[in-house]
């Protein structure tokens, strides 16, 4: 199932933002393209309500939030508190109902998998949302209150990979305190937020992998396969969510790493084996071709599909009437019109990625069994 909404085309952060740029609107057209998408399996996304909103965060900043989007202004107060308008978080036309559509796409994505099953949400993603304050162009933490919906339902025992070259900061904290959900992070070292480092283990039911510049394709895979896989495979877990953020692609402007987008698709691939539910979410990436590249393909491997060599005519022009200020945009090359598929970029493993591995699978909690203070 694929959760979207038409909110998307046209909002901007503004015209010299990094989310100045078309995100969701491109996957949707590029899967439409595509043919890859049947009526019976698209579902426009519901916007949450304040009620909903407020099984995380607080009534008053979802109140400063939608008066926020009203006015299309902030008080001093509401800035300094609230950080609305403010660090990043602009005040622009849809600052509250953007991202309560792609909340509520979330927690429609956790009814969904209810009884099992697999959705992908690129409009979600916005793990850097505090209780009750924006952060780092999140303005609400829709990975979180999925992550609430599903043990909300029941379940006891779930996990969160958080693959964006960002910390998942904000669903890290949500759940330190609590050993039903483990958050598993792969983002750049040395990045803002400045958090997740490999030694930080809230609690005990978190693990970091903080990695270097240049992380190629091949460190990837072994990260996959010495510790991810196993750390899914140790958990066993009734439910895995995937924040699939795509600025650890080259392209992409806000991080230095290396990775290609079949790096994404071979993580999502093996994990959706492993999981019986799934959400996949978007997440950050600020290079408008490669976002789009990556999340549809992202989508045809859910669901199994071929990614063609060479783009068909139509799918194609979807991603040559994009624009992007940067320079990177001014002369942008053929294949991130004419191919969805990267080549990969291997490269050596070095030995901090083989020591970040072997650490991470070091004093696993046991399935559902909390883990003491003292093991923090």
Known sequence: MLIGSEIYRGSTYGPKHPLAIPRVSTTLDLIRALGWVGPAQYVDSPRATPDQLTRFHT????????RAE???????????????????????????????????????????????????????????????RASGFCYLNDAVLGLLAWLDQGLTNILYLDLDAHHGDGVELAFHDDPRVFTL?????????????????????????????????AEMEWLLRHAILPVIRHLRPQAIMIQCGADAVEEDPLSRLALSNAAHRAVVASVMQLAPRLIVLGGGGYNPWSVARCWAGVWAVLNRLPIPPRLPPEAEAVLRRLAWSRAAGRNPPEHWFTTLADPPRPGPVRAEIRALAALTLRDLPEPGVPVPWSAA
């Open 70 to 132: 009203a006015e299309q202004a902030v008080s001093a107060e509401a800035r300094a508190r609230h950080h609305i308008g403010a660090h990043g978080n602009p005040v622009y036309r849809e600052v509250f109902s953007r991202p309560a559509t792609g909340a509520g796409g979330t927690l429609l994505a956790a009814r969904l998998t209810a009884a099992g099953g697999t959705v992908h949400v690129p409009g979600g993603g916005t793990h850097h949302g505090m209780p009750d």
């Open 185 to 217: 992070s792969v983002h750049e070292a040395g990045r803002w937020p400045h958090t997740g480092r490999a030694e930080d283990r809230a609690g005990g039911h978190a693990r970091n992998l903080p990695v270097p510049e240049g992380f190629n394709d």
């Open 59 to 66: 009534p008053e900043y979802i109140a400063a939030l939608m």
